[in-house]
Each structure stands twice: as structure tokens, then as C-alpha cells.
């Protein structure tokens, strides 16, 4: 029968089909692609965190650095009017003196504070360059992924399209009762039809009997497996 090796192609190609539809489907949100789109959420929100830190420290010092700024201003000109000679009164160069030392001691005090924040902001900085190439990395990664997969989803689609024009062209030329015969029974079986291989049903790996065999050979048929009722195919 050879219109059977139109059917087995037929068949073919719906396996094929099967499979890239199944292929699309999966391929529709990957799971490796979900974990990196919830780590890269995850770092956008720690990084944008440790920004606005670094933002407020920054501006802490700029704050910091005006007030020891106009205290080292105060000190200046108190220095200048206690030695310039222009100050007699005791009670007077007693004070400024006092006054003089409390500034020197808060100036130092905070020059210190300045440069512990100093440090911590290039920790800072450093370590949001840190985060921030990591993150850079993810998301090109990422967009790699999903192009990759895009490309892949294309290509499945296409071969889709070409395979059910294929299909459709078998299924034209197809003797009429085959059709409707192996149409009903891939209602109860996935694959209808069956190679025979050796002597071998590949449906259900159990042997054909010589006379199925030879029916088959001499390209009688229908030929249904005595065993699993697939209808049977065999090539030369
Ligand atoms: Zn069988």
C-alpha cells in the first residue's frame, strides 16, 4: 500500500508538531530566565537602597565640612584679635584664650568625624560600582537570554508553519477511507500507525505473524497488529 507511506509521514510530521507546540509552550517563561528577572529585581532594589545611603552620607559631609569650615574661619579671626595686640583686658584674653582652645578641640573632633565618613563613603562607592557592574552584567545576560529564546520560539513557529503545509499536502492527496480510518484511531491511540521492523510491531514491540507479514510484503492491507491493533507500516 503505498498511499501507507503517505500516512507515515503524516504521522510524522504531527509528532513533530507535538512536540514544537510542546516546545513553545515551555519555552514560553523559562524558569532559569524567571530566577535571573527575580535577582535582578532583587539587586535593583538593594542597589537603588545603598544609592540613596551614599546620597545622604554625601550630603552629611558636605554639611560637616561647611560647619569646620566656618569654625576654622572663627578661629582665625579670634587668633588674629588675641595676638594682635589689640586685646588688654585680662577677663577678655582669658575668654578668647578658653574660646580659642574649645575650637581648636571641636575643629579636630570634627576633622576626625570628616575623615571616618570619608572612608565609609568610598566604601561606599566602591562597593555600589561593585553592585552596579553586577547588575549591569545580569541584565545584558538577561537580554542575551531572552533574544536566544526569541530567536528559538521563531524557529519552532516557522518549522510549525512548514510542517502543517507539509501535512496539509499529504493529507490532500490521501485515500479518503486511510484517513478517516487512522483519524478514528488516533482518537484511542497516540501514534496509529506502526513500523514493523525486523518482524517486529514498533507500536508494541511484539512480533507480526509470518502470514501479517507477508500481507504486508506483497503490499496487501490494511494490516492491523494483532497485538496492540495499530495499523501497520512496513518499508522495503
Ligand atoms: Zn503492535
Known amino acids: 500500500m503505498p ?51 551614599y546620597d545622604a552620607l554625601k550630603k552629611d559631609l558636605k554639611k560637616k565640612e561647611m560647619e569646620v569650615n566656618a569654625a576654622a574661619e572663627q578661629l582665625e579671626s579670634l587668633s588674629r584679635r588675641l595676638y594682635g595686640g589689640d586685646m588688654t583686658n585680662v577677663k577678655e584674653i582669658n575668654s578668647t584664650s578658653k574660646k580659642i582652645d574649645a575650637l581648636k578641640e571641636r575643629i579636630e573632633r ?12 568610598e566604601l561606599l562607592l566602591s562597593s ?14 538577561y537580554h542575551r537570554m531572552q533574544n536566544a529564546n526569541l530567536a528559538d520560539r521563531q ?3 516557522q ?30 491511540v497516540n ?16 512480533g507480526v ?12 492491507g490494511p494490516v492491523f497488529c494483532n497485538n496492540c491493533g495499530r495499523m501497520l507500516y512496513w518499508e522495503k
Open 3 to 53: 498511499e501507507l507511506k503517505s500516512l507515515w509521514e503524516i504521522q510524522i510530521l504531527e509528532e513533530k508538531n507535538r512536540r514544537l507546540k510542546q516546545k513553545l509552550i515551555e519555552t514560553k517563561a523559562p524558569q532559569d530566565m524567571k530566577i535571573l528577572k527575580k535577582e535582578i529585581d532583587g539587586e535593583r532594589v538593594a542597589y537603588s537602597e545603598l544609592k540613596e545611603n
Open 110 to 121: 570634627e576633622e576626625n568625624d570628616l575623615l571616618y565618613m570619608m572612608e565609609k563613603q
Open 128 to 141: 555600589l560600582e561593585e553592585m552596579g557592574n553586577r547588575l549591569k552584567e545580569k541584565i545584558s545576560t
Open 155 to 157: 524557529k519552532a513557529e
Open 159 to 188: 518549522l510549525l508553519a512548514q510542517n502543517s503545509t507539509a501535512w496539509e499536502k499529504l493529507v490532500d492527496k490521501l485515500d479518503e477511507e486511510l484517513w478517516g480510518k487512522y483519524l478514528i484511531m488516533k482518537k484511542k
Open 191 to 206: 501514534n496509529p500507525l506502526a513500523r514493523v521492523v525486523k518482524g517486529i510491531c514498533r507500536g508494541c514491540q511484539v
Open 209 to 220: 505473524s509470518f502470514d501479517d507479514l507477508r500481507f504486508l510484503k506483497q503490499g496487501k
